[in-house]
T-cell receptor
Framework: KAGVTQTPRYLIKTRGQQVTLSCSPISGHRSVSWYQQTPGQGLQFLFEYFSETQRNKGNFPGRFSGRQFSNSRSEMNVSTLELGDSALYLC??????????????FGPGTRLTVT | TQLLEQSPQFLSIQEGENLTVYCNSS?????LQWYRQEPGEGPVLLVT?????EVKKLKRLTFQFGDARKDSSLHITAAQPGDTGLYLC??????????FGPGTRLSVLP
């Protein structure tokens, strides 16, 4: 079974631009979560999508948004990029059968650099 | 707000030594996961523990979930350079987002 895939792997953007990152979960997984990881803040939860609906949300500004499609693939968008948005963005998928979500499997991440 | 603390923050040891890292919280979790992450890559799931007092072994790694399901430990026997990485613990409850600790950065020197 293929793992979680994320595209692109690396991205360089300029302040003020916007960016869209893509995540394809493991086949059959219905929950997709997004995280931002930086050396100073560690792994921070952005949001989780389940059956095309945002189920949980972290403490990030509205510039960060996401969505999930009917095939469970997910995208996240960051508008008006700031230098502080430079980070490794990780996507994780979970089976979440019968309301239980014991395990998450991560993709390789997208390294975003904002200049 | 649920928080997970990990200790130590950094650990540098020689090949062949044993070590234990800890993950603690004041909150109860339905399950707890341990991950290992290498630079520039996503975390890789090592184990999930769901029962208080549960002990799981993965080759030279031993994981234990506390009786009250608030804490966990990871013990590595005879560490090898390939064990080097960032070890993250994460707690989960039904329908809620996963909570991650800050990680323990382990360096095993040959």
């Amino acid at each position: 079974k293929a793992g979680v895939t994320q595209t692109p792997r690396y991205l360089i953007k300029t302040r003020g631009q916007q960016v869209t990152l893509s995540c394809s979960p493991i086949s059959g997984h219905r929950s997709v979560s997004w995280y931002q990881q930086t050396p100073g803040q560690g792994l921070q939860f952005l949001f989780e999508y389940f059956s095309e609906t945002q189920r949980n949300k972290g403490n990030f500004p509205g510039r960060f948004s996401g969505r999930q499609f009917s095939n469970s693939r997910s995208e996240m968008n960051v508008s008006t990029l700031e230098l502080g948005d430079s980070a490794l963005y990780l996507c994780a998928s979970s089976l979440d059968a019968a309301g239980k979500s014991y395990e998450q499997y991560f993709g390789p991440g997208t390294r975003l650099t904002v200049t | 707000t649920q928080l997970l603390e990990q200790s130590p923050q950094f650990l540098s040891i020689q090949e062949g030594e044993n070590l234990t890292v800890y993950c603690n919280s004041s909150s109860v979790f339905s399950s707890l996961q341990w991950y290992r992450q290498e630079p520039g890559e996503g975390p890789v799931l090592l184990v999930t523990v769901v029962t208080g007092g549960e002990v799981k072994k993965l080759k030279r790694l031993t994981f234990q979930f506390g009786d009250a399901r608030k804490d966990s430990s990871l013990h590595i026997t005879a560490a090898q350079p390939g064990d080097t990485g960032l070890y993250l613990c994460a707690g989960a409850n039904y329908g809620q987002n996963f909570v991650f600790g800050p990680g323990t950065r382990l360096s095993v020197l040959p």
